[in-house]
Each structure stands twice: as C-alpha cells, then as structure tokens.
C-alpha cells in the first residue's frame, strides 16, 4: 500500500535553520578500509576500496561545512574484526569518541565478548567497560534488569539522552532488537527482559516532547528492508511485519521526527506513518543521512530531505553516482573500467587520519596480528553473496566435510559467515573478518526426520539461508508469505515457521529416509 502522505512542507523562510543527521548501524569493527569488488557484465571483477572510519571522517568533515551534524550509531559497533575483538571493543570505542558520537543504540552483539577478563564473575564485565568508557550514552530504553523489573542502570547506559544542537533541545531515545536473547550468549536471556519497542518507545517520545524537546528521534537496533532502498514513498517492497515498520506504526507522527534503525544490513530511506524511517547498510561502507529544516516561527521541523544512503566510497565509476548500488531491483549498469575519486556535496573526499594517533599499544593489539601473513594465495575474490549458497560458504562447508572422518552432509549457518575472502595473500585478519564468532564445528548423528525439521526450519529465511555440501535443497522464497502453520503450537506464527523448502535430497539425487541416521 502506498505511504500516508507527509503532511505539506512549509516554504523556505529567512531563520529557518537546516541540521544534518548522519548515523551508522552495524559497523562491527570495521575501523580499517576494506576491499570492494564490483563485477562488469562480462563477468570481470574490478577490485575498489571501501569504507574505513578516517574515510568517514572526510565525509563529515564536509558536511558540518554546510549544517551543524548529529552523528549517531544505531547499534551493533564492536564484532567482527580483530582491530575491535582484540580489545573487546574498545578501539570502536575510541575512534566513535573522536568523531563525536552523541548516542547509539545497543545492539545484539554487543553482548557477545562476556567478560572482559578470564576471572571476571560479571557476566557482562566487557559491555560495561565499554560504556563507561564511552563519551557518548548506550541507550538501551526496552531492557529491562530481571531482578530489578527496571531499566538497566549499566555505565554508561540510558533509555534517552537530551542535548543542545543550534539552540535546539534535541532528545534521542533507543533500544534494541526483541531477537537479542535468542542469538545471544545464555546469560543475557536469563538476567535481562527485552520488551517490544513499539510498547517502551512510544510513551517515552511523548513524555520527552512533552518536556520541550524540539527535535525526537529514535535510534534502535532493528530493521526491516525494502528492494526499493531509495524511494520514500514506495513501501510496496518494504517487510511491514519488520520491527522498525512496526515501531513507526506504533509512534504518533507528531512525537518522534526520525526513526533509524540497523541490524538487517539492509537500506531503508521511507516514510511509514507519516514518519521517516532510516537504515544504512552495514560494515561503515555506507551511512544513513537525513536534512531537517528547523522553522523557528513555527517550532517544528517543516522541511526534510532523504540524502542518503551515502557509500564511504574512495573512487566512484565513472558515470555512476555511487560505487554501492543501493536499490536491489534496478537493471544492472555497464561497469566502466574508468573510475574518478570520490566527491561528496560537489567536493573531493579527502580521509582524515587519527587512528594512529587514540591506538595505544592496548588498542593495536589486533593490527599486527590482523596483518599476518598466512601462506595461501587467494587467486580470485571468493565472495559471500547471500543468502544461500555462495562461494565462500561452499569453501567453508567442503572444507567441513574434508575435517570429519565419516561426514556426509555438512550445514554451515549462513549468518555466520561475514565477509568474502579477498584476491590476494591471504592474512589472519582476512580469515578473521570471514568468521569473527567463536563457533566450533560440531559432528551429529541425526535420523532422517530430525534432518528433514531441521532443514526446513534452516531454510525458513528468518536468519539466511544454509550453506550445505552433500545435499542438494530446492527453496521457493515466494511461497508461504502468510505462515500457514503455527508450527510449535504457541498461537503465534513466527518467521521461523515458514515452510520455503521444496524438496531436499543428498547429493546424487537419493531421497532422505526419515528412519534412516546421517
């Protein structure tokens, strides 16, 4: 269906003041540039450089020459790159304090470093670290302690924050997403209580702008998508039952100015309930940017433009407007072999390097090990294209099938895997950034049956699609959209419980026998 219209922006009038809101989302450590391959129709890679948190930099640079900037984070900043594991975080930390962060959301990985020493009793001894060294608030407004029946009250965490941009009195609200405890480590389940957004969020913008905020906006990590990534107005392919479009469903347009959200990778750029709604990308390739005009006689926000997603891009193709392409369902382009630098708001992006100088020796304990050679030779850029089989992936689940004597079938979580291998030498930090989670291989005896549930809830699409050797699956994406089976009972049909699998054979073309063990 197509959006509510926004309500009519006012004419431009001499004192309305513009204020830029740039914000990131799933950074997981990726402080350091990374490789960026782009692939012409004749089937030829051409290898870019993306992303990097001093190319970042260069970007805002440029933007507070034109607006006064708000940079925020909406969660997921610290797993994935041994720069930010090695230190649990702190290097992220550190680099999101000297640009100037003023709020970011907590997110599900946050949780995933435990304790910050071998012998720390707290559970989460390393999260609360980071917050308390953080110059800007963990916002965390939906969970709640379980011993407490309160919000926590961890260093550095908040339910909102409020400060003064311009003159103007501007709160931020955040949370997390309701999936947290359920791909989290188990104490976190145990001690916290994640409650729905659209429940906690709502009544807090309320009281928030009841109290004379003039500009509310809300960052959580949780998201949605739309294949349209750069259409406002069409929310045709957007996911409604998604949890930011829920969130926004639920908000009163006339309490919250902007929604921006994280945790699907996906690019949002939409109006849902009359509200803009933010997601950009993953990885710092790209953020989220959003121009508000601020009308001092009538005290409220009359104008606002989606200028974004903006690519952290280094060189751009020739004749192309980004080297990210952010809408899925657009013809492919030519790929040119010309490319040119990169300009932002009609000037030249330029980094602006600091790293080198917040890293003491305790942040670069990742860098040399990152660097270290490994022997191999990645002739070819193996890229992690999902969901579903892609060649990494395959890599990963041969090489399991290689590893246990007696295998016949390996499954490998889609999710799991983060990065592509890049063409060329392969280092530890490459490796590391392809599979960052302490995950062990684990070698099963399961009867048919039980391999027949378990690859139909893999292939549900809720988390990916599985990598597999030895099978060979058939999935409809298209089928079930309504979830026709309540399938554990519970009253309520969950993502999980879409049945997408067609058929499932191993490899050959036998069928599975459901009384028979792989």
């Known amino acids: 269906a197509p959006a509510p219209a926004p309500a009519p922006e006012a004419l431009p ?102 304790k910050e020493h071998e012998g720390d009793a707290d559970p989460f001894s390393a999260l609360k670290a980071r917050g308390a060294e953080a ?126 959200g994280g945790h699907t990778h996906r690019y949002i750029s939409h109006r849902v309930n009359g509200i803009p709604v933010l997601e950009g990308g993953a990885y710092m390739r790209s953020f989220s940017l959003a121009r508000l005009r601020w009308s001092p006689t009538e005290g409220r926000v009359v104008g606002f433009d989606f200028e974004g997603p903006v690519g952290v891009c280094h060189e751009v193709p020739e004749g192309w407007p980004s080297c990210l392409v952010f809408n899925r369902e657009a013809p492919a382009r030519p790929l040119p072999a010309a490319r040119r630098p990169a300009t932002f708001l009609g000037k030249p992006v330029t980094p602006v390097p600091f790293l080198d100088s917040i890293l003491d020796d305790r942040l670069r304990a990742g860098l040399e090990e990152a660097r270290e050679p490994l022997g191999p030779e990645v002739v070819r850029f193996l890229s992690k294209s999902g969901p579903g089989d892609h060649p990494v992936g395959l890599l990963e689940a041969d090489i399991l099938m290689d590893s246990f004597e007696g295998a016949t079938m390996a499954l490998v979580n889609e999710s799991g895997i983060r990065a592509g291998l890049p063409e060329g030498r392969l280092t530890y930090g490459d490796l590391f950034q392809v599979f960052p989670f302490k995950s062990q291989p684990a070698l099963l005896a399961l009867e048919g049956r039980e391999l027949l549930d378990l690859l139909r809830v893999a292939t549900s699409g809720a988390h990916g699609l599985p990598v597999v050797a030895g099978l060979h699956l058939v999935v409809d994406r298209a089928q079930d959209d309504c979830i026709r089976e309540d399938w554990n009972g519970d009253g309520v049909r969950e993502p999980w419980e879409r049945h997408l699998l067609v058929s499932a054979t191993i490899t050959g073309g036998a069928p599975i026998d459901p009384g028979a063990t792989y």
């Not at 930010?84 to 907590?106: I, T």
């Not at 609200?173 to 389940?189: A, E």
């Open 13 to 114: 009038q001499q004192g309305d003041l513009w204020i830029s809101v740039a914000v990131t989302n799933d950074v997981h450590g990726y402080l350091e540039p990374q490789p960026w391959f782009l692939t012409g129709a004749d089937g030829t890679q051409h290898r870019y450089t993306i992303g990097g948190v001093e190319w970042l930099a260069g970007y805002i640079e440029l933007l507070k020459a034109r607006d006064p900037v708000i940079l925020l984070d909406a969660g997921d900043m610290f797993q994935g790159t041994l720069i930010s594991n090695a230190v649990n975080g702190a290097s992220v930390v550190a680099s999101m304090n000297h640009l100037g962060y003023k709020a970011a959301a907590v997110g599900n990985h946050e949780f995933d470093f435990g």
């Open 135 to 260: 110059d800007f608030p963990f916002l965390a407004a939906n969970i709640f302690d379980r011993a407490t029946g309160t919000t926590v009250a961890w260093p550095g965490f908040a339910s909102h924050v409020v400060f003064e941009v311009a003159g103007l009195k501007v709160a931020v609200i955040g949370g997390t997403t309701l999936d947290t405890p359920k791909v989290s480590l188990p104490s976190v389940g145990q001690v916290l209580d994640f409650r729905p957004l659209e429940e906690v969020l709502p009544p807090l913008a309320k009281r928030l702008r009841a109290e004379g905020a003039d500009l509310v906006f809300a960052v959580v990590h949780a998201g949605g998508g739309c294949a349209h990534g750069t259409d406002p107005g069409d929310l045709s392919t957007c996911e409604p039952e998604s949890e930011i479009f829920k969130l926004a469903r639920a908000m009163d347009p006339a309490d919250v100015d902007l929604i921006t």
